[in-house]
């Protein structure tokens, strides 16, 4: 049936993430950036049409690095999980390929395209990197030590730190020097760098776990993983360590 063959590829593109992401994205908008503007009797700035490239923007370039992760995964994967691979199975590898590049593309083009109406060089140059980063991660720096946890946490934080920065940046078009007399640029990138903090937090421990959990194949494919290089009890300590931070940032914010 239709759903049989399209199930698949709705896997391959992990369709509950980009789903959940969409969802933050406009929840930090809605109830993050238009609240603090209402607080400091500002109008709502962000047009429909900036939250959906924004939104679109960002769930393709994730699609995309989902796909060509588990392109470049096949045989780790096929060790770690083998009744779940679909690349080369359910998915052709020319498939793969060619969806990724789709979806890059359409995400890039949707960042230039947000970065020429605001005005802002530096929008589309953010897209360009992450989309790049993405790319040298699955291919490469997964396999190092701590690079690779560190850039798909550095991914997660911008996606809620990019919200902030297209809402100041609509701001300071609106208002110019004026709006620096004003506490709102400040307070909205503390709020969104805040959110992209614990997003930051909680992707590298679950990417962390992730190593945990598929080291046989990551030792078979000779990664330099955490838990390969310096064992699994100090990753453990890491990995507390961590939840612990999260705790105390968590109890902070609470407070604060």
Request: hydrophobic letters at 55%; aromatic letters at 12%; glycine letters at 8%.
């Amino acid at each position: 049936s239709l759903a049989e063959k399209i199930k698949p590829y709705l896997q391959l593109l992990r369709i509950g993430n980009l789903a959940f992401l969409a969802a933050l994205l406009y929840v930090m908008e809605k109830w993050v950036a238009v609240p603090l503007l209402h607080l400091e009797q500002f109008p709502e700035q962000m047009p429909w049409w900036v939250l959906l490239l924004l939104i679109l923007s960002t769930i393709c370039i994730a699609a995309g690095g989902y796909v060509i992760n588990d392109y470049f995964d096949t045989k780790i994967d096929e060790i770690n999980r083998p009744t779940k691979v679909i690349v080369g199975k359910s998915v052709t590898r020319a498939q793969a390929a060619m969806g990724f590049q789709i979806l890059l593309g359409l995400g890039v083009l949707c960042g230039l395209c947000l970065a020429v109406l605001l005005r802002d060089v530096t929008i589309g140059l953010i897209y360009i990197v992450i989309s790049g980063l993405l790319w040298f991660y699955s291919s490469s720096y997964k396999r190092q030590l701590i690079i690779g946890n560190l850039m798909i946490a550095v991914c997660a934080f911008m996606s809620c730190f990019m919200i902030g920065y297209v809402v100041n940046t609509q701001l300071i078009q609106t208002y110019q020097s004026l709006i620096y007399q004003t506490p709102i640029i400040i307070d909205i990138y503390a709020w969104t760098a805040g959110f992209g903090l614990f997003s930051f937090l909680f992707t590298f421990l679950r990417e962390i776990i992730k190593d945990i959990d598929d080291i046989e194949g990551d030792r078979e494919m000779e990664c330099h993983t955490i838990p390969i290089v310096w064992g699994i009890g100090t990753t453990k300590i890491i990995l507390m360590a961590l939840t612990i931070g999260i705790l105390l940032l968590t109890g902070y914010t609470a407070l604060a």
